[in-house]
């Protein structure tokens, strides 16, 4: 079946200018999860979604960057007048209900964001 | 707070040779642990995961890790290494803070011929 679709795969803008990078999970899987991987680093926790539940915003960096999840399915992450240390590879995984032990994240191919 | 380290940031081993990639893991209670793989511009692929019984679990592609709470480690080992192996290999920890899950900087491995 489908995997986890993101869109673009790559995307270059110039400081300043606001992006915004979409994830399209698996269908069903109600929990969604949006990571950040700069080169050389791990992965970071951005912000996660569960079902109609209030969004755990904990991760995200400034308030430059925004998520949203539509009708509990596609989800878009913007940030705003981007800087260059955004420039990052930016995941996106769901899961089946967001339990960890038995829910396997199942992550996107990333979009690669490089801010000129 | 959960946290994870990988220690060898780069491991070369030669194709055929034995890998083994570390991993130490800080918890509050129950560690739920997972290996994770990355190809060049893939997303992450589940090698295999963790959360009680027996230490020693088998994942995919003939690897295998082994809990060890003494030691606070979940390294990943195989016993002969394919070409088709060279990748990132992330290690991963849950169950302390809700559903995320926090992963180590990684470790990234390359196969001689």
């Known amino acids: 079946g489908a995997g986890v679709s993101q869109s673009p795969s790559n995307k270059v803008t110039e400081k300043g200018k606001d992006v915004e990078l979409r994830c399209d999970p698996i269908?069903?899987?109600?929990?969604l999860y949006w990571y950040r991987q700069s080169l050389g680093q791990g992965l970071e926790f951005l912000i996660y979604?569960?079902?109609?539940?209030?969004?755990?915003k904990s991760g995200l960096p400034s308030d430059r960057f925004s998520a949203e999840r539509t009708g509990g399915s596609v989800s878009t992450l913007t940030i705003q007048r981007t800087q260059q240390e955004d420039s990052a590879v930016y995941l996106c995984?769901?899961?089946?209900?967001?339990?960890?032990?038995?829910?396997?994240?199942?992550f996107g191919n990333g979009t690669r964001l490089t801010v000129t | 707070a959960q946290s994870v380290t990988q220690p060898d940031i780069h491991i070369t081993v030669s194709e055929g040779a034995s890998l083994e990639l570390r991993c130490n893991y800080s918890?509050?209670?129950?560690?739920?642990l997972f290996w994770y793989v990355q190809s060049p511009g893939q997303g992450l692929q589940l090698l295999l995961k963790?959360?009680?019984?027996?230490?020693l679990v088998q994942g995919i592609k003939g690897f295998e890790a082994e809990f060890k709470r003494s030691q606070s480690s979940f390294n990943l080992r195989k016993p002969s290494v394919h070409w088709s192996d060279a990748a990132e290999y992330f290690c991963?920890?849950?169950?302390?803070?809700?559903?995320?899950?926090?992963f180590g900087g990684g470790t990234r491995l390359m196969v001689k011929p």
């Open positions: 995984a769901s899961s089946l209900d967001g339990q960890v032990p038995n829910s396997p994240l199942h």
């Open positions: 269908s069903g899987h109600t929990a």
């Open positions: 979604f569960q079902g109609n539940s209030a969004p755990d």
């Open positions: 918890y509050g209670a129950t560690p739920y």
């Open positions: 963790y959360f009680s019984g027996d230490t």
């Open positions: 991963a920890v849950g169950g302390d803070a809700g559903n995320m899950l926090t």
